[in-house]
């Protein structure tokens, strides 16, 4: 069983696909530019997993399982779906603060603390850097707005991936949402440490979303 192909440009103006395949209790990948040679990876062996509790898999379970993950995972990280959707824009370019001193001030005003993590920008796409750049390191944040983003496709928020206990660590904060190819270790620490702080919602929803 293959699950269906995905796409993404590379920085070169190429299309890169990527497949992965199941067999049984194993897996491959299958990789490579539309218009070039393809590399097909070795099999991956799965086993049992979680034997004897409610939630157990058989090999050839966890295998389509992995698979599937594995494909989620890629497209977090910038593969498309549809060949036709590989020029898309993902992002939306938020707006940056500004120096007091250059604007005239008329007091009182509304201040808040400013929280030093990295800017993240959101959409149904995934998640971005202020830059565009793809954010993968922190999958649990968009997992967790999978029913917002259900009932609001259009939205677009403009945050703050934030961890409080880390306040005085901001490399700690970098380290943890920058990775590029995270572990599960370091997935799952992510997940334990890092928020997302919303300070605006450029876009919820429009008069003519249906």
Known sequence: MKLPTIYKKTKTGKVQEWTIEVKGNQYRTISGQTDGEKITNNWSDCDIKNAGRSNATTPEEQAIKEAEAKRKKKLESGYFESIKDINKVQY???????????????????????????????????????????????????????????????AILDGELYCD??????????????????????????????????????RIGLLNEK
Request: hydrophobic share 35%; net charge neutral; proline share 7%.
């Open 92 to 154: 939306f370019e938020p707006m940056l603060a500004q120096k007091y001193e250059d604007h005239e001030i008329n007091y009182p005003v509304y201040s808040q603390p400013k929280l030093d993590g990295i800017r993240c920008i959101i959409t149904k796409d995934g998640m971005f850097s202020r830059n565009g750049k793809k954010i993968i390191s922190a999958p649990h944040i968009r997992q967790n707005l999978d029913l917002f983003f259900k009932d609001y496709p259009n």
């Open 165 to 202: 206990k880390f306040a005085n660590d901001f490399n700690k904060i970098c380290s943890l949402v920058k990775r590029t190819k995270p572990t599960d270790a370091e997935l799952e620490e992510s997940a334990d440490s890092i928020q997302y702080w919303v300070y605006d919602a450029p």
